[in-house]
């Protein structure tokens, strides 16, 4: 009778020791799987957030101080004409010598390794709460204000540049797209716009101080969240690298 408990308990002994082996190796084995897809997706994000970062460092280190002087040059013409201490000759004059006014292109950062994560669940398998935390703020806080000024910015953009400012960019893309042809030579091109009395109406109408200001500020408040997005970014590359390493 001993025996027979005896053979029944180290059978049952063998099962429950293959069991729970079995199920440590499969644990072992996700584990493993878990943290393999979870060192590509550092890799990848890694890859992401360099690229995010070149794309800024481009727009934040164009020539924008010569730039952006222009912008405060085109500001001052307008005000001091509306002030009358300067005539439209003197306005047309000073016009023609401003440089290229900074640009409104837009920043847009890829996302799709940290939505791949999400749908995955990987995500929820970072067990570095200060990187889960960073990414979310990067991805889901940040990238959704980047996108909404994104918007807001090239319908300024493109308002101020083709309707009410469209002389100094066109003698800028002038000289790459038209050359020196007798058409259009850019320089005589902007002389004659600017002779002509509708050039006149819009420079020194009311709507262009306002549509100015408009451009200007919102230039302005999206060169400050591109800043934010760089050094959250530069953080966050900071950190994956250590893991990465």
């Known amino acids: 009778m001993n025996k027979n408990i005896l053979k029944y308990f180290t059978?049952?002994?063998?099962?429950?020791l293959a069991i729970s082996l079995g199920f440590l190796a499969d644990n072992f084995r996700e584990n493993y799987s878990i943290k393999k897809d979870l060192s590509?997706?550092?890799?990848?994000?890694?890859?992401?957030?360099?690229?995010?970062?070149i794309n800024m460092s481009v727009i934040l280190s164009r020539d924008e101080s010569k730039n952006f002087k222009s912008l405060v040059k085109l500001n001052d013409l307008v005000y001091n004409y509306h002030k009358k201490n300067i005539g439209w000759s003197q306005m047309k004059k000073e016009i023609k010598t401003l440089e290229m006014l900074?640009?409104?292109g837009?920043?847009?950062?890829d996302n799709s390794t940290f939505k791949n994560m999400q749908s995955s669940g990987l995500l929820s398998a970072i067990t570095n709460e200060n990187i889960k935390n960073e990414l979310s703020y990067y991805y889901e806080v940040l990238l959704k204000r980047l996108s909404d000024n994104n918007a807001n910015f090239d319908k300024i953009g493109i308002e101020f540049?083709?309707?009410n400012f469209p002389f100094v960019?066109?003698?800028?893309?002038?000289?790459?797209?038209?050359?020196?042809?007798?058409a259009k030579k850019p320089d005589d091109y902007l002389d004659i716009q600017l002779e002509l009395e509708t050039s006149k109406k819009i420079i020194t109408s009311e709507k262009l101080m306002f549509d100015l200001d408009a451009y200007t500020g919102e230039y302005l408040f999206y060169k400050s969240i591109i800043k934010s997005v760089y050094e959250k970014n530069q953080s966050l590359l900071k950190n994956l690298y250590l893991i990465v390493k």
């Open 161 to 163: 540049y083709n309707k």
């Open 102 to 104: 900074p640009a409104y």
């Open 11 to 16: 059978d049952f002994l063998m099962v429950f």
């Open 106 to 109: 837009t920043l847009f950062m």
């Open 40 to 53: 590509k997706n550092y890799e990848s994000l890694v890859n992401d957030l360099r690229q995010d970062s």
């Open 169 to 182: 960019s066109l003698s800028f893309f002038g000289r790459f797209v038209f050359g020196e042809s007798i």
